[in-house]
């Protein structure tokens, strides 16, 4: 058949009704139809399937078509079967099928009428189908879902493995690989796995201009957070993905509760529901689907314009998958995943009873997903550098859709620092992972570092006067710039570039921001890569409790608004003996630390003397309080008395954001006069109300003051009268 363009346009209009091609199917059409081995990486929606569709039509004999999904098969077929008069043009073989019409699908194939030939992979390990096929003209074996070969991918199937096998069986045919989604490690699992030697390769950009990613703090009213996000969204179609089958259930109740039309999707419903359900989401009867991952496989609705994760995904390619479902028109598409340390913890106990070499993978991934959720660089940057694609984030497209881009964090020149980074990694001779590498630098042993003797080299603490978090960042930022790479086989020994040397030789700025900070306490967890050995002194958190009554009481207010718990907790932690120290604890600034914070240094300082502490010396490096570019642009323009809307929009902000970052400067001890903006929205009469509340409760949490006043306020107003209190009465 000649492959000529003219003829393969023809066919297209002819088979399909397009004019044109999109992306590279019209190069992957032709190495198809010239018997090359192709491998087809394509993104969600690039239009994968009439990759091989259309040359299966075209050619002689029956392409065979490996997928993991039944649904997605049975959809495809559908498909093609509308397309021509003949309903064996395209066939299901599998397990499901009567004897009566497995005969006919021979028939068909032995007839020359079939076209496309979809098996599942236990189908195609069948004696008797592959002495079939053996005798009948094959046009070539197309493999979906590549990335099930390797167990690098997410959705790794075992029986997948058996393939090469059964294709050499079948003789010289040629094999097309496709998959939506695979890391540079996932396409060499897949070449090598199918013995696609040769094989000419197609790869897609994975960017998603259209796309916003955002990651938020997971906190206690992750529930309320979601509902006034859909609620922001109102009649738009969305997905909420959901770890479990429990919370699934209980996510869709509460929205349902709450006026909002949603149903659950998950493996535990029968398979009548869930195609029930499936169809309203497609047909619009409801909004949103609250779903484990066991939903979206072969979801073609265009106009999801919200991807929601209640728990962070497994892995960043199931993450981009998910995600990838969003605004598959071209249109708006909102990811907002939601982050706590504890959900990694959780899914790493969920995986310790697997085979080793399986939790060794899997750790491998989810600290990728831990990485991409903490660090501050351009979101889209970071994870289009993790599917090997470089991206600029000044001049490419949808640069400024992330909300590190929209709201950066301060940046700090750390030029030196790199270099510092780049030799410790040459030096120890390219065998440590990241975990070594912070150990190595801030001076701290453990038994891989005594087995190599590093704690007995010149360089060993050579970074000492900086913390585990700053070097963390700074190893992902030089991973991302390319200055440092991870080795693939060994997944996640760090290895100095070509580029890294150079930069050795000859150092210029590197402009760095510190990742986000979700929980102090977490932070040793992340770097260590295992159960956090980090936790607060139990007896001296019982003292500084007592202490923290007792100037309460003196003083006439509410413990919390002398130090919350968290501040607590990190004392107990950091053992701060000087108030320049103290005013680095968690949620204390320097004014928190003048006023408060003698008594409590003291106290520390004895206890510290008393039991002999070794002190951490993490407490050097300033953290970036409310000096931060933000934060002074929100006290000068309060000060200004600028409507807080308008603070918010010249910063890219919603509300919620900006009241995060006011809450964040009074709880550190700096005055904000929000008067003008409160006296907009409350009376003086409810006013002394919240602030009589607020004096007088054990605890200044808001979804205890919105239980108190049962609907009377809502959460934004109670948020800024416990600013206009903490602000009035403790600073």
Not at 271 to 292: G, I
Not at 314 to 329: I, N, P
Not at 584 to 593: F, Q
Request: net charge negative.
């Amino acid at each position: 058949m000649n492959s000529s363009e003219i003829d393969i346009h023809k066919e297209l209009k002819k088979y399909f009704g397009f004019s044109q091609f999109k992306g590279l199917q019209e190069d992957v059409i032709k190495s198809i139809l010239s018997r090359k081995n192709t491998f087809v990486i394509m993104p969600t929606g690039g239009g994968k399937s009439l990759c091989y569709q259309l040359p299966a039509l075209i050619r002689e004999g029956t392409a065979i078509v490996v997928s993991p999904l039944i649904a997605l098969m049975k959809n495809q077929v559908d498909a093609i079967r509308s397309l021509s008069s003949e309903n064996g043009i395209a066939h299901v073989l599998n397990s499901s099928l009567t004897k009566a019409e497995i005969a006919q699908v021979k028939a068909d194939i032995t007839s020359g009428i079939t076209k496309l030939l979809y098996v599942a992979p236990e189908s195609l390990t069948k004696e008797e189908y592959v002495t079939f096929l053996q005798g009948v003209p094959i046009s070539f074996v197309a493999i979906d879902e590549a990335h099930c070969i390797s167990e690098w991918g997410h959705d790794f199937r075992p029986e997948y493995r058996n393939l090469r096998h059964i294709i050499r069986q079948l003789g010289d045919v040629p094999v097309i690989g496709l998959t939506a989604t695979a890391t540079p490690k996932v396409q060499e699992d897949i070449l090598k796995n199918l013995e696609m030697t040769g094989a000419r390769t197609f790869k897609a950009s994975f960017n998603r201009p259209n796309l916003f990613y955002e990651v938020r703090t997971k906190t206690k009213n992750i529930e309320s957070d979601i509902i006034r996000f859909i609620r922001q969204h109102k009649g738009k179609s969305g997905i909420i993905y959901c770890l479990s089958r429990k919370k699934v259930e209980e996510i869709a109740q509460l929205l349902q509760v709450n006026g909002i039309s949603a149903v659950p999707y998950h493996a535990g419903l029968d398979a009548r529901t869930r195609a029930k359900h499936q169809d309203m989401f497609l047909m619009e009867d409801v909004d949103v689907v609250v779903a484990t991952i066991a939903f979206g496989m072969g979801i073609d609705k265009p106009d999801v314009r919200f991807v929601i994760h209640h728990d962070i995904p497994k892995s960043l390619e199931s993450y981009y998958q998910e995600t990838g479902r969003a605004g598959r028109d071209g249109g708006e598409g909102y990811c907002l995943a939601y982050y706590s340390y504890k959900d990694v913890e959780k899914l790493e106990k969920f995986m310790s009873g697997k085979p080793v070499a399986e939790q060794e993978i899997g750790f491998a991934l989810l600290q990728e997903v831990v990485a991409y959720a903490e660090t501050s660089i351009s979101r889209r940057k970071f994870l289009l550098h993790y599917f090997g694609e470089e991206f600029d984030e000044k001049t490419g497209e949808g640069a400024d859709m992330d909300d590190n881009v929209r709201n950066p964090k301060p940046k700090i020149e750390a030029r030196d620092e790199v270099v510092t980074l780049l030799k410790t990694v040459r030096d120890t001779k390219h065998l440590y992972k990241s975990r070594e590498i912070i150990f190595t630098l801030t001076g701290r042993v453990n038994a891989v570092i005594k087995a190599h003797r590093t704690d007995t080299q010149q360089f060993f603490g050579k970074g000492i006067e900086r913390d585990d978090r700053f070097w963390m960042a700074l190893i992902r930022q030089t991973l991302v710039a390319g200055l440092l790479s991870k080795d693939i086989e060994t997944y996640g020994i760090l290895k100095v570039t070509e580029k890294g040397f150079k930069f050795i030789d000859n150092p210029t700025s590197f402009m760095m921001s510190e990742d986000h900070e979700y929980s102090v306490a977490e932070d040793v967890s992340i770097v260590t890569a295992a159960k956090s050995t980090a936790t607060a002194d139990e007896n001296l958190m019982a003292m500084l409790r007592d202490l923290r009554k007792k100037v309460a009481k003196k003083l006439s207010v509410p413990p919390f608004v002398v130090f919350q718990d968290p501040s607590l907790e990190d004392m107990a932690l950091k053992y701060p003996i000087s108030l320049e120290e103290l005013s680095n604890v968690h949620g204390v600034g320097e004014g928190k630390a003048k006023k408060y914070g003698r008594e409590f240094v003291d106290l520390i300082k004895r206890y510290v003397d008393d039991n002999d502490i070794v002190r951490p010396d993490d407490l050097v490096v300033k953290s970036t309080g409310a000096n931060s570019i933000n934060k002074l642009y929100i006290i000068q323009n309060i000060d200004r008395k600028l409507p807080l809307e308008d603070i918010a929009r010249a910063k890219g902000m919603n509300m919620e954001s900006l009241i995060k970052e006011m809450e964040q400067i009074v709880y550190s001890g700096t005055k904000l006069n929000i008067r003008y903006s409160i006296d907009e929205l409350l009376d003086d009469e409810q006013q002394e109300e919240i602030y009589e509340y607020f004096m007088e409760s054990e605890s200044d949490k808001i979804e205890d003051a919105l239980k108190e006043f049962e609907g009377d306020y809502d959460i934004n107003e109670l948020r800024l009268m416990r600013i206009k209190f903490i602000s009035e009465v403790a600073n």
